[in-house]
Each structure stands twice: as C-alpha cells, then as structure tokens.
C-alpha cells in the first residue's frame, strides 16, 4: 500500500525548491541491495552534482555498497539531516530513487566530474586518484520529499532537474 | 567482494562502546526492501530502545517502509549523523542488520514499550497511539561500525548488547 494519494501531492514550485536545496548536501545516505543476497544495506555516501547538476557520488571498492551497485544499479538515496531541536521526524529530507552507473577511469567525462568534485568535496584529494576510487552516477528517476509532518510530495525526474545557478 | 578481512577488525571494548553510544540516538536510516518491487527503499525512523535495549521503531502505515517491512522484515538500520565540521565520512555510523517485527496493538509488551518510548521521544505523544502506528522491534543480527576513515569493525548481535545501565 503506498501512501494514501490524498496525503501526498504533487510536487509545486516550493517543493521543488526543497528538493533543489538539499541536492546541494555534501553527504548521504544510500539503501542498496546486498551483492550476495539482495537484501537491503545501508551506507553513508559522499553526494555531490557533476557540471549539468547529476547527483554523483565517490565510492571505494573496499565499501560494500560498490558490489551492491554493480549487481543491482537500482538503490535509493536519502538527503538531509535532522537538526539539534525538535522532533528529527519534521526535518525535510528527500528521498530519491536512483540509478547507478559507473564512471571508468579512463571515461572522457571523468576530468570534467574530477574537478567539479573537487571544488565541494576539497578533502577528496587525499584520495580521489586511488585506484580503488570510481565516480558513480546516480541518476534520478523519481524522489518523494518529506517536507515534515504531514507534508509529503512526489517528485519526477524532471522535477529533480536543477536550474543552472544552483548547479556550482 | 566483501571489504578485505585485513581492513575490517573485529570489535574490541572501545568498539563496543561506540556502537552503544550510537545506539541510543534518537533517529536513523532505514533501508528497505520496497513491498512491490523488493528493490532498495529508504526512509527517515524514529529509533529508540527497549527496556531491555532492543532497538524499536514506530511505524505509521501510511509510511512506505511499513509495507516493506511487512513483506521483507530483513532490513539495514543506520545511527549517526556526521557532525558540522571535517568529512562527513570520516563520522563514526553503525549499520545494524536487522529483522522487524510488528507489535499488535493488545500485545502484553505494548505498554511497557509506549512508557519507556514516551521517555525518550516526548513528542510522539500527539500521534503515539493513533490506530495506524505501530511498534517494531528491530532484533539486530550482525553489525558494521566505521568509526572514520579506515577505522571499520565488524560486531556481532552478542557485541550489540546494552549494558543495564545505558538502557534506561
């Protein structure tokens, strides 16, 4: 049973807005299916944007999400925390539906994401070239957005499409 | 591919007492398998423990993970928000594995549950005892705790045992 559809609405203009603030959050957390035995795992990722504003991450293949995406590029993508006060349940997050697929070092579109990586994530370099180090695209395909109690919307992949002053 | 054994130690008493402390958060990630598809799903919980320091949550069923649950009970649970400052990985998180199970309504653990869970999240008063939440224990099976860059232990359900005097 999904939620009921009169609790939650399609996305407007300030839920998008929402959406696209915390598409800007340097971290995550990321649901997979287990490499061995397809049930759920869970990791907290490194979230970024490449230059056309497509949620990225940086995996390491000693993590076991990285076998999870490789198996089952189907994972699920939650953004924002709660804050210090109040219920943590009210805080906004999103969750997205993604699709992983990974960034071959030697891909032509590699030294462009590199460098946009960098400029958010400037603690990367310490590991950035490591071998066992891939970029990873995480293609949205749908999110539901949480904005607090009671305030849920539904989000399309078009929805999700950051405007271009918010993609550096 | 599992992370190298030599990367991943098992745990020792300061191991231990991380993941307790991490246990007696308030919120977490949960990863799910969603109930139509069985594909990843993620969700923010309320978390909290049991007199007896089981990990619960309170579940509407207006909520997608609650139907996940119902289908799959094999989940991942993760405690531990990165703070403001540094690399939001380098933050230690414990990642339990976990199986759900749903607490009737006239089940005789129910009160004790409601009282010791009132203590901990006084604002989930207002909807705690609407007819469409419920409570889940979270029994954990094995867990991962990364307590910062190359730090990562294995614990097992034996090592996630609460003392007495942390449950309250």
Same mark, same amino acid.
């Given at each position: 049973?999904?939620p009921r ?6 996305a407007d +203009? ?7 603030d ?6 995550a957390a990321?649901a997979y ?7 759920p795992?869970?990791s907290?990722?490194a ?11 940086l ?5 076991p ?8 590029? *189907? ?10 006060k109040g219920?943590?349940l009210?805080?906004?997050r *999103? ?5 992983a697929?990974?960034?071959?070092p030697?891909d ?6 590199r ?5 958010h994530?400037?603690k990367?370099?310490?590991?950035? +070239?490591?071998? +066992?180090?891939a970029f990873?695209?995480?293609r ?11 305030r ?5 992949a ?5 405007p271009? +002053?918010?993609?550096?």
């Open positions: 049973m999904p559809p009169d609790l939650v609405a399609a +203009d300030e839920a998008r807005a929402l959406a696209h915390l598409m800007r959050k340097s971290h990321l299916a287990e490499a061995e035995t397809g049930l795992g869970i907290r990722i979230f970024g944007l490449s230059p056309t504003g497509m949620p990225i991450t995996v390491s293949s000693l993590s999400h990285f076998d999870g995406l490789r198996t089952q590029p *189907l994972c699920a993508v939650m953004l924002g925390e709660p804050g210090i219920d943590p009210t805080h906004p *999103l969750m997205l539906r993604a699709e697929r990974f960034i071959a030697d032509p579109a590699r030294p462009a994401l460098d946009h990586w960098l400029e994530h400037p990367s370099k310490l590991y950035i +070239d490591f071998t +066992d180090f990873v695209i995480l949205p395909l749908s999110a539901a957005l949480n904005g607090g109690f009671a849920a919307y539904r989000l399309t078009e929805d999700l499409n950051l271009e +002053d918010l993609r550096a």
